[in-house]
């Protein structure tokens, strides 16, 4: 009895360490390439630590071979026989284990299909979603393997979908055709060509032609309905960033009549105050770097609002009521501030990062990424709006404002400052554009030239949706948003823009006040 319990240890030793059959390995160290690729996806298809480590080592040409066939792993001068998992000195003979192309493909494929037996969750959603975009047939029994042992309820079905897109390029029909029809519910748009390629005479089996017309049909549904709820979504994302950039312009140029052509720089101030802000807390405050929004909506809005009231008491003050003269200075001082900025930090863009909790996007619709620094700026545009609201018509200044727009004169006899609401108005419309902004700062670098990239735009928004109406330059925005991003796969962005300029050229000519007409000493 004691014999047999020695003998079954032992058995059970040997089996441990010899980890690979050595029939798996002697093609490795052929010149069948056929051969040699069949031994990487059985080797694959082990999913255990051994495997792994081979392939990595196949990879990094560390793989040597004998003239008996005997292959190891070299690492320094010490070489481990993965057929008995001993390690000992490097034996003679030595000769490396020649990698192309096709065998260096075929283990990248066997290690990306690895990755989704990870411990770690993370890994595996990210192998499955890789996958999803270029899988191949030798990766299937790897894939089903990983299927079986998946438990995730997000991973899983990821999984079954990848394994039937490997098995669409199947040698079995029957295989084939359940493939098809368990892709009928993917959204994956790689799928089509694959698809596509099955209805032509290269698929020899109508009944899988006939399967494979019906899922491309649901797909190209399904991509379609993807493609327009991102097209509304990114629409409402443009809108929002040309509310933010024209909400201050409708202030300063609807409610004062004041052709403001520095307004782009005081988005691009707002911009580079957000910059510093950042950099303050990355020197000063690492661990709260997250937080240096909190800090820059308020600094953004005071600077912005100190240059606005600081240009309105030094230059606009003595333009009133001469457009043309105010267009051309305003023109001046933005090219002022513009080489200010590009002696203070340079004429190279400037990084301004998303938040942690900014970044990255949720998922819907199995393709579609809403990204969280749009849907934040969306929120933020609103309750911006919602505030400049609050205090056009609920506060003592907005009354003072709305009634110096009115009748600047009456106003001015009931006691009202009107040369004080004026610097505090255009302060307003400066600080707003400040937000803006801040907002800019968090979709792309920032740069000198911010601000000249929307001015146009802003201007737009603000005339469509007629001056001063706060109403008008949200629907205007919004219009404008949806426009460009429903037209921009139609004609590509350069025309798409022509094109809106010339709806809104000749919609002016229809309606000169723009959606609502305006009201007060600008209509006079």
């Not at 000063?284 to 600077?303: H, K, M």
Request: glycine share 8%; hydrophobic share 55%.
């Amino acid at each position: 009895m004691k014999k047999l319990l020695l003998l079954a240890c032992l058995l059970l030793s040997c089996a441990a360490h010899a980890a690979i059959d050595n029939a798996l390995l002697a093609p490795l160290a052929g010149g069948d390439p056929d051969a040699r690729v069949d031994a990487i996806v059985k080797i694959g298809a082990l999913a255990n630590d051994d495997a792994i480590r081979l392939l990595t080592a196949l990879k990094s040409d560390a793989l040597y071979a004998t003239p008996d066939g005997s292959i190891y792993i070299v690492t320094d001068d010490k070489a481990y026989n993965p057929a008995t998992g001993a390690t000992g000195p490097l034996p003679e003979g030595l000769d490396g284990v020649m990698v192309n192309n096709r065998l260096r493909g075929a283990v990248d494929d066997a290690l990306s299909a690895l990755k989704l037996f990870a411990p770690d969750r993370a890994q595996r959603l990210a192998a499955a979603t890789e996958l999803q975009k270029s899988v191949t047939l030798a990766q299937a029994p790897l894939i089903e393997k990983a299927l079986a042992n998946e438990q995730d309820a997000e991973i899983r079905p990821m999984l079954q979908l990848v394994a039937a897109t490997a098995n669409l390029q199947s040698a079995n029909a029957a295989r084939r055709k359940a493939a098809v029809e368990a892709l009928a519910d993917s959204s994956n748009a790689n799928l089509r060509p694959l698809l596509q390629a099955m209805l032509s005479d290269k698929e020899p089996d109508q009944a899988v032609r006939v399967a494979a017309a019906h899922t491309l049909q649901a797909l190209d549904s399904r991509l379609a309905r993807t493609e327009f709820i991102g097209n509304v979504f990114y629409g409402i994302s443009l809108a929002s960033v040309l509310l933010l950039t024209a909400l201050g312009l409708a202030i300063t140029f609807g409610l004062m009549g004041i052709i403001n052509m520095a307004h782009g720089e005081l988005l691009m101030i707002g911009a580079y105050t957000t910059y510093l802000c950042q950099l303050g807390f990355r020197n000063y405050f690492p661990s709260a770097v997250d937080c240096y929004l909190i800090a820059a909506l308020p600094a953004a809005f005071l600077v912005t609002a100190a240059v606005g009231i600081a240009l309105e008491r030094t230059v606009i003050r003595w333009l009133y009521g001469r457009p043309l003269e105010t267009l051309l200075a305003t023109w001046g001082i933005s090219l002022i501030l513009m080489q200010a900025v590009r002696t203070i930090f340079g004429a190279q863009n400037v990084e301004v990062a998303n938040p942690s909790w900014m970044s990255g996007g949720v998922t819907v619709l199995g393709s579609l990424v809403l990204a969280y620094n749009r849907i934040v700026i969306i929120v933020f545009a609103l309750l911006v709006v919602a505030g400049v609201w609050l205090i056009l018509n609920k506060t003592r200044l907005g009354l003072f404002v709305r009634a110096v727009m009115q009748n600047r004169r009456m106003a001015g006899c009931v006691g009202v400052s009107t040369a004080k609401i004026d610097m505090m108005t255009f302060g307003l419309g400066s600080g707003i554009a400040g937000l803006g902004g801040v907002a800019l700062s968090q979709l792309g670098n920032v740069g000198p030239d911010l601000g000249q990239s929307y001015i146009v735009d802003s201007f737009m928004v603000v005339v469509l949706g007629g001056v001063g109406q706060l109403a008008g330059t949200i629907i205007a925005a919004l219009g404008l948003g949806e426009a460009n991003k429903f037209l921009e796969p139609v004609a590509g962005a350069v025309l798409a823009k022509i094109a809106i300029l010339v709806f809104i050229i000749m919609f002016i000519q229809k309606r000169p006040q723009g959606l609502f007409a305006m009201k007060g000493r600008s209509a006079e």
